[in-house]
């Protein structure tokens, strides 16, 4: 079932950029959680475009819960959330289906749909997809909130520009989860911005990376094969538009290490909770695997980091097909386009691993 | 289902490195493919230690195909093969239960499995679990190659050596097929052979890239959400023991780019199977994206790399914890141990893909 | 995923009684489907109460196409149905939550769902959400028609009578679709109206057996574990409130039968569409295996019947228990409440029935 | 995937009738079960042919367990129990790829797998694999055991004559479990013995009805839709060779009772685990509905039938076709052919039943 991910936790994504709404389905929510409305509409905000370096299209992402929540709390039953498409211009994307865009769908996905497929706006591709994803992943984020859980991404790299490294994750996911522009070091946020800026101006776009820390996570969860943490999390991971690669801890850095640099080594830590006790906690020197051995959790902080491409939709010319005719042509896309995606997509990837982890940790 | 992989062609894997026998079911073939035991075994010989710098350990893998097979042809239902365990010297693991070797899944699959999992050779967490993989790989490369699609893995770097970029793949990836040592220098691979020999000698282990090219895919395999071309493969990638990172075409790379530069534009090709047509075949004229766009395969080649760490069981000692004390130990692993597994992984690389590449073909 | 069904054709449903909507997402279905919203309309006409021996709650069932048609196709993308719940009364339910009504769920979804389900009206438990389910079931049927397979249903017994049996498939089926109360004898169907209506003047509720056909299917779809063509249909049929019991072909009376009575033998039968050829289609000269050998269709007509126990809601007063004090308590269930569903639940049936072979025809 | 079954404990059958061995995975077990190799082979017997009225081929089912069991405990890793096939005699199946006996799946099985599947002794169709699936069932009867949950099968019918019905179900499950000859009144296991033995000195074969009851489910297993508890069980019971039909509770006898005798009223009854508690548990007066209200257990015992048909292998001439030629042929079965399964069956009912109950309980 391509539109639905999770095996405890299912989300289910239905919806076209342009049709009346788009929308999503959670089902295996515990019963008795409680939703607060406030908080999906904050992560909606994260998800909005920051300001110049966005595009210019309104998205307030007004939503409603229409199934699966009663009494401020969710019933155990699907949760089924609907948000209305608004200022819509059809008009920028009519001929998709005959000249495609390169780095789209819209060649791809004309071959996999047969032509039947909704072009407008990307139709079911469309990155506006991501917004009820976000809506369900602010769910799933205050339901592992509760279980002493968090979440948090910086663009790690943005038009060539690198944030801080991670250094305490509780301060560091605190203030992440309040800032609008996701960066660890703001001055470095100002020059990433100014870099993504220079893109615009020329016609362009930028890409980045994306890094995520988890917090809280017992050890033990995952499996050997084939849903190992890193295969989970990096199938849903790949579903975040313009992702090209995935890496845990120090990633393909790991590839010219030796296993001593690479090993982490275990040792105890007194427990905070239980200061007293005379064993304290399993815990890894370093953290080079990324908080994962064999594919399981190791109950350190998990680390990864995503490749974000550069924006497709550029505003200089470029060269592609009319597939009606056969010939070569030029194309320049008109419309509003937004020239770096990184700051938006951190929303995107805290709501997909939120997704997965709470999945995780459902897991009998 | 942890140990099931696949929606249309599953595979099951069992097993533990020291009991009787490990295997495999799949469900899901054709009826009808031919299956060959000496392209099995071939496949097999490929995964095997390869000379001074792979493990002692002698693996002749032989193998029984159990069912799924009559008159040397797949009959539909499913397919078991077993593969005996031999020359197994238990010992040599007997305390890994109470002191678990850094970068292992010793202590996290202790907690999984609260402690009743087979500890010998690490249970069902061991590298040889690989072999059933392989085999079942040999029958997906098979099925594969009847329909025009070919893979290839070579190491793309190995104990910080670069092999030399994929060239002509029809090439390329016939000479991997039966090349001992995945490379397509062997010049470089022997600088490779000897900076992993040097690290042995140190007591130490080695990394490196796999890059795996796919060849002859039609357009539109994948889906937009979650079932992405990237996510499948990633998903299935990260169970091959010790891979740390995924990325598809540039990868990693994109972040740094400009949309313009990112961007493969489109372009028509004479069709080689039918010359005199006035139209060709829809192709682009780069391939950073790696042959897929928006989660779906453009027809071009399929191009990605995975991050292999150093082996985790290295000779130097180590800190590690004694589970049972409490108490801070130095470990120092004995046995007999590959420095670095990317020449075996590749093996088991090309397995993974064309699992999951047939089973995208069978995706209605 | 509990609320999801179908392997390539999958159906979620969401939704409670008195929400502001409930609804459903079809995924997997091919591009290019015509999508008849009067279709789509005309079923749900079916499910309507008919008449006198329905509950008086009018019923309009407006429905809203929100994702997955465009421009009266299917794009092959998720296909969203919104059905609004109107005339709620909910006061009728207030104490469900500790007066469990029996035959219902309201005891067994407050232990599920942990005291946190929304309790009015049934909340998603009610039959009001085989709404959608009907209306996806529209899709399905138009899409099967297409291939040329052919479903219909009939109260083989309504309240103790019995309707005549299935004779000309085709004229019969043809009947069914138009005609609102689902018999092949309409005296006998006024004899059900009639004993329904005495039993609803007792203060109490009728049961019935429905009895479905399916024409046009081809031989082999299924699998003899665990996916057999009984299997399936009887997995999705169970989902039909007040179903007890799924029985094909002769069913239970092949129980008392001898081999030589149940076996039906093969032969030849010209076939119609090609009434020169020397060969004709394999045919069974009896089917009272219902069109299942070894859990595949043979290609004889699929034949089964349900068992749907009376109406749960009676206005007679009942024994049940105050969960809140512990003590034993007499209920009598206000409102408006169908003293028979066999009639409307033949809607669901063939679309449910619609469903699982649709998804087996998919199957590759 | 077909041959898989099970979404928290899955089981995956493999094997031909005539192949080396048959053979299952079970994953998703809960690592340190007890793994008792004597319980296994006592329900192995109870699957085979019970003196006159079985076949004669010999089935003392040695059994071989590969993987998943350590030091007599489950390790919570894929369980592979293997079964050699002996005793074979595959001249007696030759010509069944030509000419299909009625009531068995060689037709279909041609179809589906396009003549490719091994046609010897009914290849993976075969009655033969449900040996694995009662070894397994040995496995999930201990574990459901450990959990105070009990199940039992009788024939409440076989050949024409019927058992009495379940009394005192603690006693009766206890005595099922003993008893070679599944009944609970001995002397009518007589008659059923001589009536199966007359069917077949005339050639011919008889069928029955199996009983289950399960004891010891808490309230609230299930859901609404689609995996009700009768959805599932039924899904998996028509896997059973010959099943036709499945009803809970009073079943299709149902269809004709009105509301007020088909409604189990709630009552509370002391709780014999804790008598001087001033509230007791919530039990029903009747149990019409067999266990199960609105899909979920309610926890009352489990109670369904399944519809056994006769045996199709019968010694008297049948017609068929010769699928090579075209033309009407007489059959007439040799071989060693069981005239009733029904006694045997039944170890697979508790088998199967045992299955998606533990799967049930797993479920988060």
């Given at each position: 079932m391509n539109n639905t991910f999770g095996t405890h936790v299912a989300l289910t994504l239905f919806g076209e950029s342009h049709g009346p709404e788009i929308g999503c389905v959670i089902d295996g929510l515990r019963p008795g959680l409680r939703v607060d409305e406030d908080h999906i509409a904050h992560r909606l905000v994260l998800r909005r475009p920051a300001g110049a370096i966005s595009t210019a299209r309104v998205e307030p992402d007004p939503f409603h819960i229409v199934s699966g929540v009663w009494q401020g709390r969710?019933?155990?039953?699907?949760?089924?959330?609907?948000?209305?498409?608004?200022d819509v211009k059809s008009g920028d994307y009519v001929n998709l289906k005959t000249i495609p865009r390169p780095?789209?769908?819209?060649?791809?996905?004309?071959?996999?749909?047969?032509?039947?497929?909704?072009?407008?706006?990307?139709?079911?591709?469309?990155g506006r997809l991501t917004a009820p994803l976000v809506a369900a992943g602010a769910i799933f984020l205050a339901a592992l909130a509760e279980r002493g859980v968090h979440i948090g991404t910086h663009a790690a790299r943005c038009a060539g520009i690198a944030d801080r490294p991670f250094g305490d994750l509780a301060a560091d996911l605190e203030a992440?989860?309040?800032?609008?522009?996701?960066?660890?070091?703001?001055?470095?946020?100002?020059?990433?911005?100014?870099?993504?800026?220079?893109?615009?101006?020329?016609?362009d776009s930028a890409g980045g990376v994306l890094e995520t820390a988890v917090t809280g996570l017992p050890a033990g969860l995952g499996a050997?094969?084939?849903?190992?943490?890193?295969?989970?999390?990096?199938?849903?991971?790949?579903?975040?538009?313009?992702?090209?690669?995935?890496?845990?801890?120090?990633?393909?850095?790991?590839?010219?290490?030796?296993?001593?640099?690479?090993?982490?080594?275990?040792?105890?830590?007194?427990?905070?909770?239980?200061?007293?006790?005379?064993?304290?906690?399993?815990?890894?020197?370093?953290?080079?695997?990324?908080?994962?051995?064999?594919?399981l959790t190791n109950g350190?902080?998990?680390?990864?980091?995503?490749?974000?491409?550069?924006?497709?939709?550029?505003?200089?010319?470029?060269?592609?097909?009319?597939?009606?005719?056969?010939?070569?042509?030029?194309?320049?896309?008109?419309?509003?386009?937004?020239?770096?995606?990184?700051?938006?997509?951190?929303?995107?990837?805290?709501?997909?691993?939120?997704?997965?982890?709470?999945?995780?940790?459902e897991t009998p």
């Open positions: 969710t019933t155990g039953t699907p949760l089924c959330i609907l948000i209305p498409n608004r780095g789209h769908a819209d060649y791809t996905g004309a071959v996999k749909y047969k032509g039947f497929a909704d072009p407008r706006g990307g139709g079911h591709f469309s992440l989860d309040r800032a609008p522009f996701p960066v660890l070091d703001p001055e470095r946020g100002e020059a990433m911005r100014a870099a993504v800026l220079a893109a615009a101006a020329a016609g050997p094969w084939f849903d190992t943490v890193e295969g989970l999390l990096a199938h849903a991971l790949f579903s975040i538009p313009a992702v090209k690669g995935v890496e845990f801890g120090d990633g393909f850095a790991l590839a010219d290490m030796r296993g001593s640099e690479a090993n982490d080594c275990f040792r105890l830590e007194p427990d905070a909770a239980a200061p007293s006790a005379p064993r304290g906690r399993v815990v890894t020197e370093t953290n080079h695997n990324g908080g994962v051995n064999g594919g350190m902080p998990l680390i990864f980091r995503t490749a974000i491409k550069p924006t497709s939709s550029i505003a200089a010319p470029q060269r592609t097909l009319n597939l009606a005719t056969g010939e070569q042509t030029e194309l320049r896309i008109a419309g509003r386009h937004d020239p770096c995606i990184v700051p938006r997509a951190r929303a995107v990837q805290d709501a997909v691993t939120a997704h997965v982890v709470l999945d995780l940790l």
